[in-house]
């Protein structure tokens, strides 16, 4: 039985350049073995939480070492549902460590209250498949103040656990089905649509059908409007303190101008840094501008020497507008234009780079190398940088793609496109072998032909 403690209390202020964020509670896990167990697969976690008003800091709420996963504060930021992975059990307990309960078997995908009577519900996966990662071919949900009362409410495709979330009238979720399929389901009609590739999948919790998905680079989402159609990508790495590096565990909050990750990644095999978890790792949380195309402000939640993941966090309703201001009417749509691929140049590799193996990207089965290259000269259309990075594809279907090697000194005649430009790379692991983080990032649009 996991048991409530007292934690002593550490200071988390904010840094200067932060503003004051409105009332919120946040909650995570924490690692006390080697710091990498960024998806709760050990059982050296312990459960932490801070309240942004009680003075206390970062605060244990259960002590007890534990596989804690995916823990979520309920929609009311009284207690926190959250699920034990070793024991295939999902439990609650009050935001100050006490009544701490079992609540189901399975694991805790999501929490939501309904509109009409304040309902607090708690979706369950069951019926674990041993995937990498694990999907659950039905979701259950259980009332909060009555686990007894229950109803199976999707079973019509498997869904993976890290990013299924409730729409505001409960009807729509986010899932990954199963990863990396992003799209949307409608719970009520048991029907699903595909919205690309990638991870990380949330739903607004606002008036706005908004849904994203996480890219292969761990550093930005596609933002999808539901109604309209219209997609366009937000950066989330792009703050200094994240310096480029990798950000993980990315989920909306309560409030729909706000959103919780981790990061930066920044040490750990260079073919999948999150594997590699470290003391830097924080939790932050984001505040997305009134048009939801950037993050206007962060707030760093954590200031500490362990490695911190998964979090959740919770607004204080009516302490931040929660409106959209559409950009012009429309947001400009990522579809590839055929125009950004003429850019031909001769480049020089700089540096000479052991290709990843297929093995170290794993789950993905496909992935692309980013390298600085020297500009040496434009063939075609414009470049106006003497420094470029540049992706390349090399693994495709679990497989190194022949020739894909880059070594330093040689001249490459290269086509190029902004990667940014190519929704199909989305879903994609990519792998940054740079110096400078902050380099313009082009895709060798030729590569797309070497094979296994």
Known sequence: M????????????????????????????????????????????????YDSRDGQGERVILGER??????????????????IRHQQAVYAVDWDGSGLRRLADGFGLDVWADPADGTQWVYVGVDEAPTDPPRYPAVRRYRLDDPTVSELVWDTRPVTADSFQLSADGRTASALLPWPTAGVVDLHEGTWRKLGEGCWTAFSPGEDPLFWYFDGSHRNVTMVDLDT??????????????????????RWTNHPRALVLTGPYTVGERANKIRGGGEQVEVHVG????????????????RNDEADFFPDAWIEPGTLPERRVR????????????????????????????????????????????????????????LDVPVIAVAHWIIRDARTVVGAERPAGRTYRLELAPYDARPELEGKRLIMETGDLTLPLFYDVESAGLMP
Do not use: M
């Open 2 to 49: 996991i048991a409530p403690v007292d934690g002593a209390p550490s200071p988390s202020p904010e840094r200067p350049s932060e503003p004051a964020a409105p009332r919120l509670r946040v909650v995570w896990t924490r690692d006390l073995g080697d710091g990498t167990d960024f998806i709760s697969l050990g059982d050296q976690l312990v459960l932490v939480g």
């Open 66 to 83: 534990a596989s804690y996963a995916k823990p979520l504060v309920t929609p009311d930021g009284q207690s926190i549902v959250f699920t």
């Open 229 to 250: 159609g219209e997609r366009w990508q937000v950066p989330l790495a792009d703050d200094p303190v994240f310096g480029g590096y990798e950000v993980y565990h990315p």
């Open 287 to 302: 505040f997305l501008d009134e048009t939801f195309t950037a993050v206007s402000s962060w707030y760093r939640v954590t």
């Open 327 to 382: 950009v012009g009417g429309s947001v400009p749509s990522r579809e590839a234009d055929p125009d950004a691929s003429g850019v031909v140049v001769e480049v020089r590799a700089r540096q000479d780079v052991v290709l990843p193996s297929p093995e170290s990207i794993a789950p993905y089965r496909e992935g692309l190398l980013a390298l600085e290259y020297d500009v040496v000269d434009v063939v075609e259309g414009r």
